[in-house]
């Protein structure tokens, strides 16, 4: 953090009108407002360099992941005249939030200053359940009940790929200026999709335990549970800038405070609860194919016309509608004619939430060219699904679908008179005009260069046939072959959709749309399901691919930031958003050329 140029012209001025004593420098560290702490509630590592405020570089701080979430740093400066005497300090403080109870240890560390080393008394920190634990502090506090995070699932007991709903829900007796989330970790053993409504979160008055709060959704998330078991979500933590009632002095503002007819804004941080599910399987003896659809579906199929020429396309719809985790249906099963010739699918996909769980629709449009003519029929397309309101698998399908297919036809050709022979003679009398040519005799054939362009020609052309021919194939018949050639062109549509969203004000969609990009690119590159695909499970997968460490990291720092900001106050700024594209289109060039 830069110092202030003020501060930095007050310590000038002492420095050559008053006597200023030698000072040894020391450094200590301690924990404010306590060594005890509520969980959920923020704590303060201070490392206080006196004497001097020559420190060389940043102090390397133990990592307190195991406990705490770390929030941020910043720096104070102290200057002191007593008896004509100045004494000046310089703390560096790091924020945190604590996350797990227990009582753990703060090792002691190295603080480089004024040109020496020092090493830190090691800490420890007791992390209690409540506020009673909590030691007292001297300044203005938020209680816990006048501000907390509730997490309410539609459901705490499922199947096996049956949807929920979770929201997290902020509950307030003081007014908040301001929040940004500070930890959004992943749901393990779920499929999980962002359903937040997009712009400022919908204030409403709610009484909780007969006490009036102001409250509101600030995170909706779906989550389709991928196995059987208990599973526990891990809590959100939030940020927030709260005015409270304060006891500071009249002149704190003159430090840069915020003090107004007795109140002060000051930083805390809640944790909401973590949240347990448990998630049936589900039974067996499901009928093929199976979609893994918990819920309801209906399939309807269609061709865009009911004749056609061969060799002539035709488009056939197939959509599929319903309750339950629509997005992860499989492409369906076409039993189609041994003649017909089908091209990969276009797919479209619409979802939102209804009553506690997912509601959409899944369509396929394919290409489809016959090629010979005749009566020719569709089969029915089916799926199945377990209906979790009757308890049982059922199976929806459409009836089969008729196409009359025409022949192209050529015209016949009659026997040749003697006229058209005529004819044909005379053509070839004149094929060629002008005088006659003559040729030394006795040259080779073979020594020509025109002799040889003839004949390689043809099997270069027929070489290159082949290629593009086994290339058709594969892509028809190799899914992931398929997926990684269009990879790079789906990645650099998405850029573009993202960069187009930029120059708006739809803040969280258009970091949702480089995550998109991001998770998109990896998955059709290895040939991952993008449905559900985690940030861990994506590095793994990229790490047994021989990946760089460095790049893996910035991918996952380029993710976590996306989270990060789909879930933080709107912000427009759009020169932040076209650097952070930039930096997104870096990491898929550098990714991409890795995994190729």
């Given at each position: 953090m830069k110092r202030s140029p003020l501060l930095a012209s007050a310590l000038a001025l002492l420095a050559i009108t008053t006597d200023t004593a030698a000072q040894d420098p020391s450094v200590r560290a301690y924990v404010s407002p306590g060594n005890t702490v509520a969980v959920g509630r923020p704590?303060?590592?201070?490392?206080?360099?006196?004497?001097?405020?020559?420190?060389?570089?940043?102090?390397?701080?133990?990592?307190?992941?195991?406990?705490?979430?770390?929030?941020?740093?910043?720096?104070?400066?102290s200057v002191q005249m007593i008896n004509g005497q100045t004494s000046v300090s310089l703390t560096i403080q790091y924020r945190y939030q604590a996350l797990r109870e227990g009582t753990f240890p703060i090792p002691s560390f190295e603080v480089a200053a004024a040109g020496q080393t020092f090493s830190t008394d090691p800490i420890e920190l007791t992390v209690a359940e409540g506020a009673a634990a909590v030691a007292p502090s001297t300044g203005p506090e938020v209680a816990p009940e006048d501000l907390?995070?509730?997490?309410?699932?539609?459901?705490?007991?499922?199947?096996?790929?049956?949807?929920?709903?979770?929201?997290?829900?902020?509950?307030?007796?003081?007014?908040?200026?301001?929040?940004?989330?500070?930890?959004?970790?992943?749901?393990?053993?779920?499929?999980?999709?962002?359903?937040?409504?997009?712009?400022?979160?919908?204030?409403?008055q709610r009484t909780r335990s007969g006490v009036q709060y102001t409250t509101a959704v600030i995170r909706r998330i779906a989550l389709v549970p991928t196995g059987a078991g208990n599973r526990t979500i891990d809590p959100i933590g939030v940020e927030a800038q709260v005015r409270v009632r304060g006891g500071r002095d009249p002149f704190e503002d003159l430090f840069g405070r915020s003090s107004l007819f007795g109140t002060n804004t000051i930083q805390t941080t809640?944790?909401?609860?973590?949240?347990?599910?448990?998630?049936?399987?589900?039974?067996?003896?499901?009928?093929?194919?199976?979609?893994?659809?918990?819920?309801?579906?209906?399939?309807?199929?269609?061709?865009?016309?009911?004749?056609?020429?061969?060799?002539?396309?035709?488009?056939?719809?197939?959509?599929?509608?319903?309750?339950?985790?629509?997005?992860?249906?499989?492409?369906?099963?076409?039993?189609?004619?041994?003649?017909?010739?089908?091209?990969?699918?276009?797919?479209?996909?619409?979802?939102?939430?209804?009553?506690?769980?997912?509601?959409?629709?899944?369509?396929?449009?394919?290409?489809?060219?016959?090629?010979?003519?005749?009566?020719?029929?569709?089969?029915?397309?089916r799926y199945s699904y377990f209906d979790d309101t009757a308890d049982a698998y059922r199976t929806t399908e459409t009836g089969s679908l008729a196409l009359v297919v025409s022949g192209t036809g050529s015209e016949g050709q009659g026997s040749l008179g003697r006229g058209g022979v005529a004819q044909l003679r005379e053509d070839i009398r004149y094929i060629r005009l002008g005088s006659l040519e003559l040729r030394r005799s006795g040259g080779s054939l073979f020594t020509g260069v025109g002799f040889w362009i003839f004949f390689l020609f043809p099997l270069v052309a027929i070489g290159g046939a082949v290629v593009l021919r086994r290339h058709q194939d594969r892509l028809e018949g190799d899914l992931a072959y398929a997926r990684g050639r269009r990879a790079g062109r789906v990645a650099r549509r998405r850029l573009a959709r993202a960069r187009d969203l930029a120059a708006g004000d739809d803040h969280r969609s258009f970091y949702a749309e480089v995550a998109r990009a991001l998770r998109g690119l990896v998955a059709d590159r290895l040939n991952l399901a993008e449905a559900g695909l985690q940030t861990s499970e994506l590095a793994d997968a990229l790490a047994e691919t021989g990946i760089d460490e460095s790049l893996r990291t910035e991918l996952v720092a380029c993710l976590e930031e996306t989270d990060r900001q789909r879930f933080a106050p709107p912000n427009d700024d759009r020169t932040e958003k076209s650097r952070f594209l930039d930096r997104a289109a870096d990491v898929m060039t550098a990714l991409d050329r890795a995994v190729r």
């Open positions: 704590f303060i590592l201070n490392v206080e360099v006196s004497g001097t405020q020559d420190v060389g570089r940043d102090p390397v701080v133990p990592d307190l992941s195991r406990f705490a979430e770390y929030l941020g740093s910043s720096t104070q400066s907390f995070i509730t997490a309410e699932p539609s459901k705490r007991r499922v199947l096996d790929g049956e949807p929920l709903i979770l929201e997290y829900r902020i509950w307030t007796r003081i007014d908040v200026n301001s929040f940004g989330m500070t930890r959004v970790p992943e749901p393990e053993g779920f499929w999980v999709e962002d359903v937040t409504p997009g712009g400022q979160p919908r204030v409403e809640v944790l909401a609860e973590p949240v347990s599910i448990e998630v049936l399987p589900l039974p067996g003896g499901a009928p093929l194919p199976f979609s893994g659809v918990v819920g309801s579906l209906a399939v309807s199929a269609e061709l865009d016309r009911d004749s056609v020429a061969s060799n002539d396309a035709v488009t056939l719809t197939v959509e599929v509608s319903g309750t339950g985790n629509v997005r992860a249906i499989p492409e369906p099963v076409l039993d189609l004619p041994p003649d017909f010739e089908a091209f990969p699918p276009e797919i479209s996909e619409s979802v939102r939430v209804a009553d506690g769980g997912l509601v959409g629709n899944k369509t396929f449009e394919y290409v489809l060219i016959p090629r010979a003519p005749g009566l020719r029929e569709i089969p029915g397309i």
